[in-house]
């Protein structure tokens, strides 16, 4: 560590509750895409039309999000419910899956996978380097 710099990267999501660790470190607050850019967004992965209250209810719901928009234009078809909400014709009656919620569906996912896809994708997960070329260590335990 003496002949190169070394940086770390801190990531917290908000809110934080109680004492904030990293105070006085410079930072860099990632907020959502702007209303015309998340709509654009949710259009362009949806599985059909959007209308512009729904349009603007998932906006707003998702403050932005690029990640929760695009799972949600995508959760919609996969509920059958695209063509109510997407069309406007329907006003959800259950919540968004946002937040812990959308974690969630990422992990119901995952556990309809294989063992052995599960087991490397944990692998894959602890490789430090994050090298899209596999390590040989990680060869091995695959």
């Known amino acids: 560590m003496d002949a190169d710099p070394v940086g770390f990267l ?3 999501r908000a809110p934080v509750e109680g004492r904030y660790p990293f105070g006085g470190l410079p930072e860099l607050r990632l907020t959502g ?3 015309d850019d998340a709509r654009r967004l949710l259009r362009s992965v949806a599985a059909g ?3 512009g209250a729904v349009a603007d209810s998932l906006v707003a719901d998702t403050r932005g999000n690029p990640l929760a928009l695009v799972e949600l234009a995508g959760g919609l ?3 059958d419910l695209a ?3 997407l069309l406007g014709t ?5 919540p968004l899956p946002i937040g812990s919620s959308l974690a969630e569906r990422y992990l119901q996912r995952v556990r309809t996978l ?3 896809t599960q087991a490397l ?3 894959v997960a602890a490789e430090p380097t994050g090298d899209p070329r596999l390590p040989a260590w990680l060869r091995r335990a695959a």
């Open 10 to 12: 801190f990531t917290v």
């Open 33 to 35: 895409l702007p209303s």
């Open 49 to 51: 039309p959007v209308s």
């Open 77 to 79: 078809a996969e509920r």
């Open 83 to 85: 063509a109510k909400w």
């Open 90 to 94: 329907h006003v959800p009656t259950e």
């Open 114 to 116: 294989p063992a052995d």
């Open 121 to 123: 994708l944990v692998l």
